[in-house]
T-cell receptor
Framework: GEDVEQSLFLSVREGDSSVINCTYT??????LYWYKQEPGAGLQLLTY?????DMKQDQRLTVLLNKKDKHLSLRIADTQTGDSAIYFC???????????FGAGTRLAVHP | DTEVTQTPKHLVMGMTNKKSLKCEQH?????MYWYKQKAKKPPELMFV???????INESVPSRFSPECPNSSLLNLHLHALQPEDSALYLC?????????????FGPGTRLLVL
């Protein structure tokens, strides 16, 4: 079946850039999403990229997609303490709108 | 407005109880979803409703019974649950289930089964 892998933990200093990586196996994924989850909360849509794009920028967020290697990354510029959360990579698979979530990367931002 | 609301926020129930979770959206979306998220795990899809009809059931035990009374509302009826069913239950909606539409999530209901 489809598989999505992410590193589990990332620690960065406030003001630095964060890069969260994701690899996936389903080459038919056409939309790939990034969601953010703060403690005890639901999922907040951050951004997404369509598979015919290599890069998408949205304010402090940059998404890079290497479709050949099935690698997706999320870069957060000027990381702030409010960015501390779990970030889920979720490629969309299947004829129905089925998201396949990675395990999530916990981002910790320290002063 | 991309708001999905869920009630209650928290729920504690015994194994013999019957309770219901409620989800509502007023974005005109025609697809709605239930996910289950255990602690420190990613969300797992349970059910998909498309145009008020159940289109996907991910082999969920029958003690979970979904219902979509209209296009804005999605319920999850719970009966005879087990302690391992304790989790965060997330509802989501999208414009349509059959094309590439973004899913918007609610804040979730945190369920504890004693």
């Amino acid at each position: 079946g489809e598989d999505v892998e992410q590193s589990l933990f990332l620690s960065v200093r406030e003001g630095d850039s964060s890069v969260i990586n994701c690899t996936y196996t389903d080459s038919s994924s056409t939309y790939l999403y990034w969601y953010k989850q703060e403690p005890g909360a639901g999922l907040q849509l951050l951004t997404y990229i369509f598979s015919n794009m290599d890069m998408k920028q949205d304010q402090r967020l940059t998404v890079l997609l290497n479709k050949k290697d099935k690698h997706l990354s999320l870069r957060i510029a000027d990381t702030q303490t409010g960015d501390s959360a779990i970030y889920f990579c979720a490629p969309r698979s299947g004829g129905y709108n089925k998201l396949i979530f990675g395990a999530g990367t916990r981002l910790a931002v320290h002063p | 407005d991309t708001e999905v609301t869920q009630t209650p926020k928290h729920l504690v129930m015994g194994m013999t109880n019957k309770k219901s979770l409620k989800c509502e959206q007023h974005m005109g979306h025609r697809a709605m979803y239930w996910y289950k998220q255990k602690a420190k795990k990613p969300p797992e899809l349970m059910f998909v409703y498309s145009y008020e009809k159940l289109s996907i059931n991910e082999s969920v035990p029958s003690r979970f019974s979904p219902e979509c009374p209209n296009s804005s509302l999605l319920n999850l009826h719970l009966h005879a649950l087990q302690p391992e069913d304790s989790a965060l239950y997330l509802c989501a909606s999208s414009q349509d289930a059959t094309i590439q539409e973004t899913q918007y999530f609610g804040p979730g209901t945190r369920l504890l089964v004693l």
